[in-house]
Structure formats: C-alpha cells, structure tokens
C-alpha cells in the first residue's frame, strides 16, 4: 500500500498507456488472425518484403547514427547523399544498358554502377562536412542542424536543376527477373539482392569500427573529441572518414532503392531520408547495432503493421494507415525508452 | 564583424523599403482603377458607359489599357512527377491563344502558375498570387481535383472564374459536399459519374468480369472514382467488390497493399490514382502471387508520357486498360489542332488527356470577354468580372473541340464521352469508347 501510494501520477499514466497499447495490439491480431484472410504464405512475403525495405532504411539510418555518434549532429541533408548517388549511377546505368553491357555482364555492370553511386554519395557527403558543417563546429547545437536542412533543399535543388525534375526509369536487369527458391520460400530476385548486399555491407562496417585503426579512432572521437586530439588522433581527418562512411553506404542504399523500385527522382531522398532517420532513433541514435535494429524493425513494421494490427480491427483500407502505424510505434518506444531500443543515456 | 553586421543590416532595411515601395506603389495605381473609379464621362463602343457598367457589377471590373495583353492565369500541374498533366493543358491553352489572335481588340498573355497535385496547399498558393495580381481577368485549371478544393474560395472572393480543363471529383460540382466549387467554378472535363459508370459498363459488357476490386491514394478524384465504379459495377452487371484499399502518396512499396487483394483473386483491379505511385502498382502486380489472371486498369490520372516511360512496356505486355476522355473528337482536332500541338511542345504527340479541354477552356474565357467587355473612348477595355461569370454560366451549345458544351448550373460544362485505351507499340490507343454504345 505504501508503495503505490508512492506512484506519481506520470507513472499511473505511463502503466495505463503500457496496458492499452498490448490490449489494443493483442486485440488487433488476434481478430485479423482468427478472420483468418492471409495466410502463412502471405504473412511471410509480407516480413520479407518488410526486411527488404528495412535494409535499404538500415543503410541510411547507419549515415545518421554514425555521424550523431561523432558529432552529436543530426545530419539532415542525408537523405539526399542518398538521393544523389542513386541519380548519378542512373547516367551510368542507362548509358551500360542502352549498348545491352548491363545485362550481358550484370556484375560487372552492377559493379560500376554501385562504384560510381558510392563514390558519388562520398563525394557530395564529404564535400558537404567540409563546407557546410566543419566552419560551424564549435557553433551552438542548433546551428549545424538549420545548416542541414538548408544543405539538403540545396543538393535536391541543385539536382533538379542539372539532371530535370520527371521521374527516370531505371533499366532492368535480366539476371533480377523473377524470384529464387530459398529453403522452399520464394524470395524475388531484387529482394535477396537488398537483402544480402545490406547484411555484407553492414558486417563489414561492424568489422571495420570495432577491429581497425580508422574505427577506434572514430570510436574515440565519439566518447570525447578533445581527450582524442589529445591522443594524437587527428580529428578533423576522423570525422571526414565518418561522413565518407555515411556517404558510402547511402550510395549503396540508391542503387539497391532504384533496383527494387525501377525508377529515381530528385525528391526520393525526402521520405527515406525521415524514415531512416526515424529508423536511428528507434535503435538509438549513435548505436551502429540499433540503427541496423531500427531500419529493419521500421520495414517490417510498415509493411506487416497495418495489415495485422488494423485490418481484422475493421479499419477500412489500413494500408493507408501505414505511417500512422510505423510512427506511433516510434512514440511509444521514445515514450517507454527514451533513447531508443539500443541507446544509451547521454552523459555530456 | 561588427561593421559587416552594420553594413548587412543597412542592406536589409533598403531592400525591405524597396520590396513595400514596389508592392504599395502597385496596389496604389490599381486598385482605384480597376474597383470604382474609371474615367468619368466617357462613352464605350457598344454605347455602354464602362464605369456605371463597373459599378454596377458586384466584383467590378478588371481594365486594360489600349495597346497593353489581357492577362489570363493557368494554375496547373507543371512541376514534378504529375507535370504531364498540366503541360498537355497549357499547350492547349497556348494553342488557344494563337489561333485567337485577339480577343476584343488586345492580345493574350498567359500566366501560368504551377498548383500541384499531391499537395492540396499548393492549390491555395496558386491561387493567391494570382489574386494578388488585379490584372488576371480568369483562371484555368487546376489539374487534379485535390488542389482546387482550397484554390477556389479564394478566387471566388477576388470574382475569378475558375475553369478547369482535368478536374473530375464529382464532389466538385455536387452542392450537397464540402467540396463544392460554388458559382465561379466551371470544368471542361467531364464528371467522374460518368467514367466511373463507363467503366463498370465496360467491365461488365466487354470484359465479363463479375469480381473486382480498387485502389486509391486517398484524393476526391481517386476516391470518389473508385466509389462511382463500385457503386455502378454492383448495379449495372451485379459485379462483387472484393477489397478497396487505400494508400499513401509518396509510398514506393505496394506489394503490401496487393497481398491481401490477391487473397481473394479479383479478376479486375482498378486503380484510378497518379505517378508516380500507378506504375509502381503496375510493376509490383507482377511479382504477386494470386493476381497472375488479373487484369489491371488505371485511369486518365496516369495516363500519360511519364507512366509510358516508366511501365509503358509493362502495361503493354500485359494488355493493361486506361480510362479516359474519349480523344477521337473529330473535326478539326486531327486537321488542324494535332499538328499546331506536335509544333507547339516539341512531342510526338500529346503527354497526357487533357490539352483539347484546356483549349476549349481558353475558348470559353474568350469568347465571355469579347461579349461581356466594354470599352471606353481612350480605347481602354473594361471587364466585369460577376458579368464574365454569368456569361459562363449561361453557356449552351457551344462547339468546341471536345464536342458540344453546355454548362449546368453546378459547373459541369464538358462533354461526356469516355474511351478505354491500351498501349500499343509505345502509345495509347483506344479500344472502346461510349461513343459507339
């Protein structure tokens, strides 16, 4: 008695939400799977689909976390590094696949389209920390970030402006047709691809942050920039590299986009670019694991969500629900773990 | 530092005094001339006097001098994945203006402004820079339904007539909504009743179906299309809907919408929605399984250059159907207006449905300024801007391009004949058109 006499009224509220959020969520798949519409075979295709989409969210989200980790910085202009590579590549693409190189050597082709996508994104990612952020380091928090957002409507703009504003369709492999037999779950071709390209990608980052120099140091920088000069790390050079790193796998992530979906824009990067965003944050922000956790939970709640808590509830049309959902999951883990399913609590 | 903050600060003050010098000073030489008071005691041509005809007009009169263009306003699509749409009817307006010539002694100037699709604000926007502009005598558009839902409360107060060559929500023109356009609103399109109901007839008689099912993305053209098609399917052939699904601009992942559509195998699914979300949705109904017999049809909202660019090939293989403005209109549409379009915009032929309405629109305008505009001795042209409305309003018969025009009294001026369409070596080519039932 003593105890609850203790309990704030905050916590009376927070335990309320907690049971009206399982009630709802328990309800809500409990009628859509007793109405009993789709099947294992389709709540399957649903999850992979979900997981598909969630790599591609992964690899941005990592550019965000990555460089939150260094900077404590949100950098907004990412979803356009990611738009932008996607773009450039497309040039490349088009050009491979108007004299048939693309589909007579789909590696190799796929090999210089991935280069030039990644190398582009770098480019503009770097060039963007050297102009826009690195004069405004020792500014007040909200600076870089109004600085961002500026930097972001530029590179879409500028984008719009050099390559036109109509939708381009990018070519399509031969070698990507049709879907592949995994362990007797069909799995599309372009979907396997996202998938295992996103998991090597991202072992590969994990490697190289935790085993090598270059990772310790950025390591380093992130727990505390000035103990690390003093190190003799050199801390400009650090934070280039991480942006480089973001840069790198967002270039990836547009390709994968623009295989999976057959055409690029100049405004693709907006609603990716929230979403990984959103998807960083879910994982915690600055935890490389989370935003890995937060991009893939993020797909396959959009793509299962709607359809499993909202359908059999006899919401008309849920899909189109399917924000409503992804982002009030995201209020409610912010509301029950402020810093996200992997962060952790900010010292500084 | 602190002399260039001194010196940028200075800078600002003078561009701010410039920006209101040049606004005040605008509105101050307008304004009088264009409400109340126009020059006193003069007689116009028709033996009208402009200003008591200017007084007596409740918006008052839009005046152009001897020798200066009237100017006419498009708020249109022209940007972005649905700028198809909006182009196609600015080429026919510009079309329009060339053959015309003069309207009334002066020359055309056409503004354009871009109102967007996706965005219903856009719509607003447009619309209030071009009522902060008094020398726009009315406006054509806009593109899609959604926009001109909060344009035309604005250009309603201003007294400017709103004609659009593509809007077709049913809403538009229905007192009973929300959404009604109200007395300055006018469309040379037809209304959804009519191509949701033409649809269904086509579904019944020419494909047999009896199941079917529907997407949309939300929008009153989207929504309430599919609704007319559901609503005429279960009447005219008994037709069972088996899901309408919804989903979100912006969205580029659909397969998630399709699976629990493909539950039930519908034969037919319609989807009347835009680029770039209706040829993802084509695309993606490949890779579903249990949607492998269905036959897929979009509407006049993709069907245009930019779906053709990016699923044309798709929906070719696959014998997809497109809804849409019958286009076979005869006349002097293959003649003559054809070839000044393929001159005009540099294209093979026309990028989308709906350059013939915008023509006619163009038309329309004209023709009430040349009936209803009064000048004065000095040569000025005086328009009043209630009595271009009432004009409008009064249309009956009017030959057009598109067929024979009559405006009822909700708006809806355009002719009724729907086509269905498949892609053929690259291009829409009609199959079907209510024409010959």
């Excluded at chain 1, 050297?130 to 703009?157: E, M, W």
């Excluded at chain 2, 940007?79 to 198809?84: A, H, K």
């Amino acid at each position: 008695m003593a105890r609850a006499g203790r309990l704030s009224l905050v916590e009376i509220i927070l335990w309320g939400l907690r049971i009206a959020v399982v009630i709802g969520v328990v309800a809500g798949t409990w009628a859509t799977l007793s109405a009993g519409r789709l099947e294992g075979d389709q709540w399957r295709t649903l999850v992979i689909l979900g997981i598909a989409q969630g790599s591609v969210y992964a690899l941005i989200a990592l550019g965000y976390t990555l460089v939150y980790g260094v900077l404590l910085m949100i950098n907004f202009a990412h979803g356009d590094v990611f738009m932008f590579g996607a773009m450039t590549a497309f040039f490349v693409a088009d050009a491979l696949a108007g004299g048939g190189f693309l589909n007579a050597n789909p590696f190799l082709g796929l090999a210089v389209v991935l280069l030039v996508a990644m190398l582009s994104s770098t480019l503009v990612a770097v060039l963007l920390e050297r102009i826009a952020y690195r004069p405004l380091r020792r500014a007040p928090r909200l600076v870089p970030l109004i600085t961002a957002v500026g930097a972001s409507l530029f590179i879409s703009n500028s984008v719009r402006g050099l390559y036109g504003e109509q939708v381009k369709a990018y070519p399509r492999l031969d070698i990507l047709e049709g879907s592949l037999d995994i362990l007797g779950i069909p799995i599309l071709k372009t979907q396997a691809m996202v998938i295992v390209s996103a998991v090597v990608l991202m072992l590969i980052l994990y490697w190289f942050v935790e085993r090598t120099r270059t990772g310790r140091a950025m390591r380093a920088v992130s727990e505390d920039k000035d103990t690390a000069a003093l190190m003799g790390i050199n801390v400009d050079r650090t934070i280039t590299t991480t942006f480089a790193i973001g840069g790198l796998l967002a270039g990836a992530a547009g390709v994968l986009y623009a295989l999976v979906f057959g055409q690029v824009h100049w405004f693709m990067g907006f609603l990716p670019g929230i979403k990984a965003f959103t998807a960083a944050v879910l994982g915690g922000i600055g935890n490389i694991v989370g935003a890995m956790l937060g991009g893939l939970s993020l797909g396959v709640l959009e793509q299962v969500g709607p359809n499993l808590l909202l359908s059999g509830a006899g919401v008309p049309s849920p899909n189109q629900l399917r924000d409503v959902v992804a982002f009030s999951v995201l209020v409610l883990v912010l509301i029950f773990r402020p810093y996200g399913i992997l962060g952790r609590p900010e010292t500084r | 530092m602190q002399k260039y903050m001194r010196w940028s600060a200075i800078l600002v003050v003078l561009m701010l005094a410039l920006a209101a010098c040049q606004s005040g000073g605008g509105a101050a030489s307008e304004e009088p001339s264009a409400e109340e008071s126009a020059p006193p005691a003069s007689e116009g041509a028709g033996g009208e006097d402009p200003s008591a005809v200017c007084d007596a007009d409740e918006f008052g009169c839009v005046e152009v001098l001897e020798g200066d263009s009237i100017r006419i306003a498009s708020a249109l699509s022209i940007t972005g994945d649905t700028s198809f749409l909006g182009n196609d009817s600015n080429f026919g307006i510009e079309i329009a203006i060339a053959d015309r010539g003069e309207v009334a002694g002066h020359e055309i100037e056409l503004v354009k402004e871009d109102a967007g699709c996706g965005d219903a604000a856009s719509g607003q926007t447009a619309a209030q820079a071009i009522v902060a502009d008094p020398t726009i005598v009315s406006v054509i558009g806009t593109t899609c339904s959604r926009t001109a839902v909060p344009a035309m409360p604005v250009l309603a107060d201003a007294g400017l007539v709103m004609i659009s060559p593509s809007n077709t929500a049913p809403s538009l023109t229905n007192p009973e909504t929300e959404d009604f356009g109200g007395p300055f609103y006018f469309r040379t399109a037809y209304n959804d009743r009519v191509q949701g109901a033409a649809v269904a007839k086509f579904a019944c008689e020419e494909l047999g179906v009896t199941t079917a099912a529907t997407i949309h993305d939300g929008s009153p053209y989207a929504e309430q299309l599919q609704q007319v098609f559901v609503d005429q399917f279960a009447e005219q052939c008994d037709g069972t809907t088996t899901s309408q699904e919804a989903i979100n601009v912006g969205d580029t992942e659909f397969r998630s919408v399709l699976e629990p559509i493909a539950v039930d195998e519908p034969e037919l699914l319609y989807f009347p929605i835009f680029d770039p979300e209706g040829p993802l949705i084509t695309q993606q109904a490949q890779d579903v399984a249990g949607l492998e017999n269905t036959i897929l049809m979009g509407s006049d909202g993709i069907k245009d250059q930019g779906f053709l660019d990016t699923a044309g090939d798709v929906a070719e293989e696959i014998g997809m159907y497109f809804s849409g403005p019958d286009l076979s209109f005869g006349g002097t549409y293959e003649s003559d207006f054809l070839p000044a379009y393929v001159e005009l915009s540099g294209e093979d032929g026309p990028i989308a449905p709906y350059h013939a309405h915008g023509y006619d629109a163009a038309n329309i305008i004209f023709d009430a300024i040349e009936a209803v505009g009064v000048e004065d001795a000095e040569g000025t042209l005086f328009i009043p801007k209630d009595a271009l409305r009432e004009y409008i309003a009064g249309l009956t018969d009017y030959a057009g391009l598109t067929g024979t025009l009559t405006c009822d009294e909700n708006g809806d001026c355009g002719a009724e004949d729907v086509s269905v369409a498949q892609v053929v070596d690259g291009e829409y080519s009609e199959i079907w058109t209510t024409r010959d039932q």
